[in-house]
């Protein structure tokens, strides 16, 4: 069971902050993601505090949680942002994020989308290739401006996580290759629309092991030294994202300090800023997703099903990478079953849970699904006709509906006969 601060039992059930669960499903309908704001601006200062003696700027991976309120909620605490996509972009921008504060990533930007960024005016571009730094290039000329860049470096280090969250290993697509560094240096020259001000990387997800990050910011900092060498005034080391969260009790993720403690003697000597994009630690513990149980069956063989009212189009993380996500009766019960939580996705992969023990809860009564703050709501889709739900914000007794729940009109209203 995950108890925190911000979800906790009480006589009368789970709570977020103080607004019974029960309550929001009886007013918003489920599926409904209910985030709480204090948990995201605790968890912005804890990662603050970790890292106050760094010179540094936060810049939140707003693909995590890219619903406006959410942004709004760091961007007030002064929190930058990380965008991937002219979408993002534009989602951030309409939270109210200067653009001075936004960094802009993405190995496969579309030309259209670095002209956007260029006309905007954000931070700096992250490019991935020699050949994205031609079109930042050309582009920049063609509108007249002078692009600031970082070298997204790909530090071959292959960090232990889910396979398809590693991304700074040799084997993916991200990022340049180190031993290419000398030759893209040599060629600014002839790029005179760029300005190099930062070198990045992002060597993955959920990374438990502080070392990691240790090996990658070692590699960072020689081709940093090797800049210097060559005449250039680097401002930003960008170290990525990736710091874990706790989303299965018995495997509690390492605390933000432990990797403050190994990163910040490393980086203060650099004398610059150094740039974080942490997008889930800062919002996955923030939300839950609340569904309700439709109906109860058991099989010939014993086997027992919660069948509930959101599935894998609104939380698609346990079929994609096998991720566990604590599930918890909205009210408790004495009695616990071992039963298997799916919902109504005709696929056999769309479960939030298998064999897990939880509360004997009745047809009708609601669920909730924890740690859907990263990766759930940005992540759902259409697939089966599915509208997606409706997400509130609660802070103590104040509760906001942050997006309605989509309609039937809304499902065909871009399509044409
Ligand atoms: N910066 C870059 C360049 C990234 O690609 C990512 C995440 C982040 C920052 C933020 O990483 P975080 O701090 O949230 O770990 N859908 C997967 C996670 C994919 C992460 C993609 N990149 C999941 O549900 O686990």
Redesign the pocket.
């Given at each position: 069971m995950l108890d925190s601060n911000y979800f906790h039992y009480t006589a009368k059930g789970l709570n977020c902050d103080d607004v019974m669960l029960e309550e929001l499903g009886k007013t918003f309908g489920t599926p409904l993601y209910v985030t709480s704001s204090k948990s995201i601006v605790d968890s912005y200062r804890a990662f603050e505090k970790a890292f106050e003696t760094l010179p540094h700027f936060t810049c939140y991976?707003v693909?995590?949680n890219f619903n406006l309120s959410v942004i709004r909620t760091l961007a007030d605490l002064g929190c930058g942002c990380?965008v991937?996509s002219g979408g993002e972009l534009y989602r951030a921008m309409q939270a109210g994020v200067a653009p001075e504060k936004i960094i802009f990533?993405g190995v496969g930007k579309k030309y259209e989308e670095i002209a956007y960024a260029l006309e905007c005016g954000v931070l700096m571009l992250k490019a991935e290739s020699l050949s994205e730094l031609r079109a930042i290039d050309r582009i920049a000329g063609e509108v007249g401006k002078i692009a600031s860049v970082a070298l997204r470096i790909n530090p071959n280090v292959t960090a232990e996580t889910?396979p398809?969250?590693t991304?700074g290993d040799s084997k993916e697509k991200f990022g340049i290759d180190e031993a290419e560094l000398p030759e893209i240096f040599a060629l600014f020259d002839q790029l005179p629309n760029l300005l190099l001000v930062g070198l990045d990387m992002?060597i993955g997800?959920?990374i438990f092991d502080p070392e990691y990050y240790v090996a990658a910011t070692e590699k960072l900092l020689a081709l940093f030294n090797l800049s210097k060498t060559k005449g250039f005034e680097i401002q930003f080391l960008d170290i990525?994202?990736?710091?874990p969260v706790t989303y299965d009790p018995s495997k509690p993720a390492t605390p933000i300090e432990r990797f403050a403690e190994k990163l910040i003697p490393m980086l203060v000597p650099a004398g610059v800023t150094v740039i974080f994009?942490?997008?889930?630690?800062l919002v996955a513990n923030a939300s839950v997703l609340l569904t309700k149980i439709l109906y109860k069956k058991r099989n010939h063989v014993g086997k027992e099903f919660f069948v509930v009212d959101a599935g894998m189009t609104e939380l698609i993380?346990p079929a994609?990478?096998q991720?566990h996500h604590e599930v918890q009766a909205v009210s408790r019960h004495k009695k616990t079953v071992i039963a298997d939580v799916v919902g109504p996705i005709c696929e056999s992969s769309d479960f939030f849970a298998r064999q897990r023990e939880i509360d004997a809860a009745e047809e009708g009564e609601l669920l909730a699904v924890m740690s859907c703050g990263?990766?759930a709501a940005v992540?759902s889709s259409n697939y089966n006709g599915r509208l997606r739900p409706a997400e509130v914000m609660v802070n103590g007794s104040e509760v906001k509906l942050v997006r309605k729940r989509e309609t039937l009109e809304q499902l065909v209203q871009n399509e044409l006969f």
């Open positions: 991976s693909k995590a990380d991937n990533a889910h398809y969250i991304t992002h997800s959920q990525g994202g990736g710091f994009e942490p997008g889930r630690c993380r994609l990478y991720s990263a990766y992540m």
